[in-house]
């Protein structure tokens, strides 16, 4: 199976600063149908887990400008512009080119 | 969308476990449905996937022969059914439309 390997582990940010995360799959996520399929999502505390970016840069309804995701191949990222004190939890990165499979996850808490 | 699960369960070892998932507000056979498992405190791990609209299934190689996802169009529902229950499988299973929409999880306990 695919692995998606994240770093870093967990990061703390001053609110209005931005912040990256990166994704490294051990293979390539391009399908034969020429998309990538690279998903990121964010597990607030208690809540279900929540779509944020699929395909790799196209955000879900609903999600604030601020979240960009980039990359291609086997690197991707996911950037917030200017963050905020609820985008605390974890996050995700997630592909379903070959059998389903998760990253590590990332814990966003605020300084 | 609107996803719906049923409550807790709490089973014993070598027990079987069925938990559901209603969905509404879009055509029930457009979106494939898959379950994700995740152990307290732990990651998101796929148990697999349903196409409600042919009952296609697809399932991780660890639960492959344990669980069993179903779909009845006739009331919108997926069905999340794992035998032979072990304590690792103690856990909040999460159903998700198309992985766009998420259920708010179903807490399974195994334990004797």
């Known amino acids: 199976d695919i692995v998606l390997t994240q770093s870093p582990l967990s990061l703390s940010v001053t609110p209005e600063q931005p912040a990256s995360i990166s994704c490294k799959s051990s293979e390539h996520l391009l399908h034969t149908d020429g998309k990538t399929y690279l998903y990121w999502l964010l597990q607030k505390p208690g809540q279900p887990p929540q779509l944020l970016i699929h395909e790799v840069s196209n955000r879900f309804s609903g999600v604030p400008d601020r979240f960009s995701g980039s990359g291609s191949g086997t690197d991707f990222a996911l950037q917030i512009s200017r963050v905020e004190a609820e985008d605390v939890g974890v996050y995700y990165c997630?592909?379903?080119?070959?059998?389903?499979?998760f990253g590590g996850g990332t814990r966003l808490e605020i300084k | 969308v609107r996803v719906i699960q049923s409550g807790a369960e709490m089973k014993k070892p070598g027990t079987s476990v069925k938990i559901s998932c209603q969905v509404s507000g879009y055509t029930f056979t457009k979106y494939y449905i898959h379950w994700i498992q995740q152990a307290p405190g732990k990651g998101l791990e796929w148990v697999g996937l349903?196409?409600?609209?042919?009952?296609?299934?697809m399932y991780a190689d660890k639960f492959q022969g344990r669980a069993a996802i179903s779909a009845d169009t006739s009331v919108a529902t997926s069905f999340l059914e794992l035998r032979g229950l072990k304590s690792d499988d103690t856990a909040v299973y999460y159903c998700t439309v198309e992985l766009s929409w998420w259920g708010q999880g179903t807490l399974v306990t195994v334990s004797s």
């Open positions: 349903v196409d409600p609209e042919n009952g296609d299934t």
């Open positions: 997630m592909q379903t080119v070959g059998p389903l499979t």
